[in-house]
């Protein structure tokens, strides 16, 4: 179900969605954007508070450092909710994005806040369970554990006991809350790091854009209760739709001592739609596959059942900023046939999320002379910038 559309800017703009009643656990929409001369794929994540996993699956033919200008980029604005209590913070570490349910207010509909973050890579897994914020914090100073104090100093970087709040050597940001399970924070990042929210990256922590955190530490308090959970495989309905969305773990260069993280099959996608959805239902089996074997967490429709009418207008559509609030629109910038690929600005793409030019890229990234045969970013690129935004962590 794609919807193209410009959709306009907006910096800080995270998505805030009408809570759909009950059965119904469907928001958002999928929407296209197309893409400037002057950004990279992952500038268009933080645009449109997406995470780096999240718009790599949904666009897998676009070069990530050099999109072509005006091509079509995906935004994967649309979700399942998790099959869970609808209150309080609940982390889906399978699609790297924490979802929040405000406190219910009288006369006020109820509403459903989303981000993308970044959790524990393979070695330092984000646990499971139930907890709390036990704390909230601005500027928070680092107090690395002595693991992670034994493993830099392994590799030649040692780290001091205490790094204070405001360095800009910190890693946890200008804001965290604090969790009921010992050393794990929900926490801000290094600026210079911030486009690889939504990778498995983490000691463990939960990750989140600078933006996102800061709206997140004013509207949760103390004692707001924590699911954190592992939902690779999700069911939702939207006035009749069954929605099907599959998260497959992608690949990002593990170390090849640990084993990979495990890919979900599709007996096991099939036998779950079964219990949720009835003996009744008829699954088209070929879809769920490909759905499966793709694994982009993209929702898809797989069949429909009654639903009584709706009066209520744009259930699960995102609540959109005031126009005379919003930042100008997109211009519509078509891609021009005797475009061609420039390595200067390949080199120049990178270079704005790097410190430094990135080791793994080749001398001469194409052979061809136009921009659309510039090579598809993968695993290679995807263990170096996983590296990269893991350090000091």
Not at 92 to 99: G, Q
Not at 116 to 145: C, F, H, Q, Y
Not at 174 to 200: C, Q, W
Request: proline share 12%; aromatic share 6%.
């Amino acid at each position: 179900m794609l919807i193209p559309a410009l959709f306009p800017a907006l910096p800080g703009w995270c998505e805030t969605f009408p809570l759909p009643p009950a059965p119904d656990s469907v928001v958002g929409e999928v929407r296209r954007v197309q893409a400037r001369s002057d950004e990279t794929l992952v500038d268009i994540a933080r645009e449109f508070d997406l995470g780096y996993d999240q718009i790599v699956k949904a666009n897998p033919s676009v070069n990530r450092w050099l999109p072509d200008e005006g091509a079509e980029i995906t935004l994967p604005q649309l979700y399942i909710l998790p099959g869970t209590t609808r209150r309080g913070l609940v982390l889906n570490i399978a699609e790297l994005r924490l979802y929040y349910f405000p406190p219910q207010k009288r006369g006020v509909p109820q509403e459903v806040l989303t981000f993308p973050v970044s959790i524990g890579r393979m070695d330092w897994r984000t646990p499971l369970g139930v907890t709390k914020v036990v704390a909230k914090e601005r500027n928070p100073a680092w107090r690395p554990p002595k693991s992670i104090r034994d493993e830099h100093a392994r590799d030649g970087d040692p780290l001091p006991e205490v790094i204070p709040g405001g360095s800009p050597e910190n890693p946890l940001g200008n804001f965290a809350l604090r969790l009921g399970l010992p050393t794990y924070l929900i926490h801000g990042v290094d600026e210079r790091k911030s486009f690889g929210i939504g990778m498995r990256v983490t000691h463990g922590c939960v990750r989140m854009y600078p933006e996102d955190i800061s709206r997140l530490f004013e509207l949760v308090s103390v004692s707001t209760p924590v699911l954190i959970i592992d939902q690779p495989i999700k069911i939702g309905r939207r006035d009749g739709q069954v929605l099907l969305s599959v998260h497959q773990p992608l690949d990002e260069g593990e170390d090849e001592s640990l084993p990979p993280l495990p890919r979900v099959t599709t007996e096991r996608v099939i036998q779950l739609a079964r219990s949720e959805l009835g003996p009744e239902f008829p699954l088209p089996l070929s879809l769920i596959a490909s759905i499966t074997e793709k694994g982009s967490g993209v929702p898809q429709e797989i069949g429909r059942t009654a639903s009584p009418a709706r009066t209520q207008q744009a259930i699960g559509a995102p609540s959109i900023t005031p126009p005379e609030s919003r930042a100008p629109e997109r211009p519509v910038q078509a891609a021009s046939d005797d475009d061609t690929f420039s390595e200067e600005s390949y080199y120049r793409g990178l270079a704005r999320h790097f410190d430094t030019q990135p080791p793994f890229l080749p001398k001469s990234p194409v052979a061809a002379s136009r921009r659309t045969s510039a090579p598809v970013t993968g695993p290679e690129e995807d263990k170096v910038v996983r590296h990269y935004v893991e350090d000091r962590y």
